[in-house]
């Protein structure tokens, strides 16, 4: 019997998560791929928005295929100034568009926040693991100070190429978001 109750355990705990089961197998993928070869291919991006506004479409009908187009624009809105500040690529900002059209704009606003957390808690790790993190610090304590006292005209430009550093594959901190989206288990 202790089988049986563990099976239904898990029905039960998985009932208000079943629609995230495709989307969070999506983003694994994306987070492997990033991994790999630190891209998030076009195809994948994009099966993935096609795929999650037809869910959308055939589980609620227009309101629900309108509510996938807000959480793909959400996705793409939350990651756009970090993309053209150069702080992300640009199939990071796909990969979350693409997932918001899976999840609408509530879960979408979730998983930007899960995946924020997620990736400032690698980037530390990967700052303390290439013994930068003081001097990141101080390199952005000079630019607040800058920021602050010399209020630039005209929004903050994006620091020139050959100072950026190899940054880290983020389709992992969407993936960790996700995983926390599925854990949560919100609706």
Not at 112 to 122: D, H, N, Q, R
Request: a positive charge; proline letters at 6%; charged letters at 10%.
């Amino acid at each position: 019997m202790p089988v049986a109750g563990s099976f239904a355990e898990a029905v039960g705990w998985m009932s208000p998560r079943g629609h995230l089961l495709i989307p969070l197998a999506l983003t694994v993928w994306i987070a492997w791929g990033d991994l790999r070869t630190r891209r998030i291919p076009n195809y994948l991006t994009l099966g993935t928005a096609v795929a999650g506004l037809a869910y959308n479409f055939m589980s609620h009908g227009l309101s629900g295929l309108a509510d996938g187009f807000l959480g793909m624009l959400l996705g793409f809105a939350c990651l756009i100034l970090p993309y053209l500040w150069g702080g992300m690529g640009a199939g990071d900002v796909k990969a979350l568009a693409a997932l918001g059209a899976w999840l609408g704009p509530k879960l979408t606003v979730f998983l930007f926040c899960y995946m924020g957390i997620a990736g400032g808690v690698i980037a530390l790790g990967y700052l303390v693991w290439q013994g930068t993190l003081w001097q990141k610090i101080k390199e952005g304590w000079v630019f607040l100070h800058n920021l602050i006292l010399c209020r630039p005209a005209g929004a903050p430009r994006p620091p020139s190429p050959a100072l950026l550093t190899e940054g880290i594959p983020y389709g992992v901190a969407i993936a960790v978001g996700m995983i926390v989206l599925v854990g949560v288990g919100l609706r």
